[in-house]
């Protein structure tokens, strides 16, 4: 993703007059898409780039004429957020509308501004402005001043200094990392690669809705294909008491897209040209400079000793599973397998704790989860959120809700769009879009956040989902977001919400999923769908003691993903099987558990693509959480203290203050640690919560 000028677009996160929403102006007026006039038809996309190009150029045209520092700034800054509001726009679009010609509008959109974004991210005029800027830094506030430095390191992240020569090329191998981006990730929605099992009987009757009925060529057979998507590879591997069947969806859902093995190859190619034109070693030394490990020496020592920490306990819930199959298959049993680790370990946690995930779904309508979000904004922030109708056009399908953020002092703080429901043609993603980024336009106007929330989650209408407690904690995953940026007030969207150093932007999501397990929270919208009788806390005991039965196996693959994160970004593999030789050699390294030979797992790991060197980052984030969670809201979460501590020196600032001063303002200097030149996540709270430690 380019990183000069336009930070990378918050899509996981003009004029601001210019694209007003509508909502701001009741009663509903009649609107397109977002509340975009443009977009009442997919040519509209077309039509916001050209505007966007137009006021850029126009702004790009006065910040050569060397106005005063602070117009420098501002106007850049409005740049950034003519072309960034284009951008997630149709990012969004792409994912999620069910018109195929909105979609592909939306991709030419999306094309066309990162073509201009090379011509934007290459003028010298934009540069020098940003250092004189930068040179007049008693003309400009705090705020200012950091945009200014930033911006000059964006610039010069994008080869700005190199001769034009080596900055062409630069612009061609952004271009080919954006297409081969959309490669992969388009590979892994359209060949998910299938299994067909026969005789039916072997899969579970509660499965087959998940599957095609087919006929065995030979023998006409009845059978049943079951496509290996993720969702529906991980309801195989946890619900099939067949082994077999197991194996064989384990290792085809493993193998696809086989075509991504060389889309891989070709990015991971690209990005390290690109990073040795830029004078890093590697990609991943470019990547994570700025943040708050600063070197890959420095991430991989955290990860070590992660990977240290957990290994003890996570070999004991290896021997656990692995005594719990022979007890249950007798003296004939085989080694324990990576397809036995979700059916086993799902039969242990239930028999153990009497637990059927079946009951606890009932208490999770998605009404009553979307209630939970509002209980979390009003009663930690003071904050309402309402229902509001849609404009005309403004909707991409029915089942989209609109809530309008409102606080009694302060008034409307920002719009949430809720896309919660799977549908064919949908991406099944779980992800927070920023469709536009809050900035001060004035003394007295602030342009308000807009953010959409994402999900896929299953059932036949709206009203009948029920979310497994997983997707709870997902959706409050996506919610801790949302809140970061529709609560940050930063006077420069280039700072809005999640607009921070890429190892800190996962803390606040981290921190909301504790909400999901705490019974305090549970309670004050988990209400059975048919009798509204609230979730018992026993229930909730359950689920919390069944959590904890396998948390260090489960963190171990944390680390070994960002291992693989790490590995291939840092030496140039020289080959397809060079890279899956790699992760092989780092699962038997960091994990108990043995390595598949012919699987490919990470042809599926979309975070390769969007947190290329940057995975790591959640292990951050559960650390910092963690903390947080122990030191101010633990033990009172729905408190007005812990949410006026969470606002006010936390989600407020966006990117628009150092991430590490952020931190200890909030819970002490206990929540850091320096290491050679950079910083890691002290790791005692989620040692002591996960009992690593003897």
Sequence with gaps: MLRALIRAPAAYFSNARRYQHSAAAPPIRETGLYGFDHLKTPKGFNRMVDDAIERSNELVNYIAGMPSAP???????????????????????????????????????????????SYLNSNHSLYRAVIQAEKNHHMLSEEALRAARHLRSDFEKGGIHLSPEKLDRIN?????????????????????????????????????HLAKPIRHPSSSEKGLRLVTEPNTLCSILQLTSDAEVRKLAYIRGNSAPRANLVVLDKLLSARHEFSEILGYKSYTEFAVKENMASSPEVVLSFLHDMSEMVRPKADEEFKTISDFKRRKGGQLVEDLEPWDEPYLTRMMKS?????????????????????????????????????????????WHPDVLKLSLNHPDEGELGYLYLDLKSRKGKHPICAHFAIKGG??????????PIVALVCSFSGSNFQSVRLHHSDLETLFHEFGHALHSLLSRTDYQHFSGTRVVTDFAETPSNLFEYYAWDYRVLKTFGKHYSTGDPIPENLVKSLQGAKRMFAATELQGQVFYALIDQALHTAKPSSV????????DLKREHTSWKYVEGTHWHSRFSHLVSYGAGYYSYLYAKCFAATIWQKKCKEDPLSVEAGSALRSKFLQYGGAKDAPAILDDLVGNSVTRNRNGGIVPDITCLGQEMKLFK
């Design 71 to 117: 117009e420098i700034i501002k106007s850049l800054d409005e740049i950034s957020d003519t072309v960034c509001t284009v951008i997630d726009s149709a990012e969004l679009c792409r994912h999620t509308h069910p018109n195929r010609e909105f979609v592909e509008e939306a991709s030419k959109a999306s094309f066309r501004l990162y073509e201009y974004l």
């Design 577 to 584: 099987e060079d890279t899956i030789s790699i992760v092989a």
């Design 351 to 395: 028999s153990a704790h009497n637990l059927d995930y079946s009951v606890v779904a009932s208490y999770f309508s998605l009404p009553q989860c979307i209630e939970g979000l509002k209980v979390l904004a009003e009663s930690l922030f003071g904050v309402k959120c309402h229902e509001i109708p849609l404009g005309p056009s403004e909707s």
């Design 172 to 208: 061609q191998l952004n271009t080919n990392i954006l297409q081969l981006c959309r490669e992969f990730n388009e590979n892994i929605i359209t060949d998910p690669g299938h299994v067909d099992i026969f005789p039916v009987s072997r899969i579970p009757k509660k499965l087959h």
């Design 439 to 448: 900035r001060r336009i004035s003394d007295t106007d602030y342009q308000l």
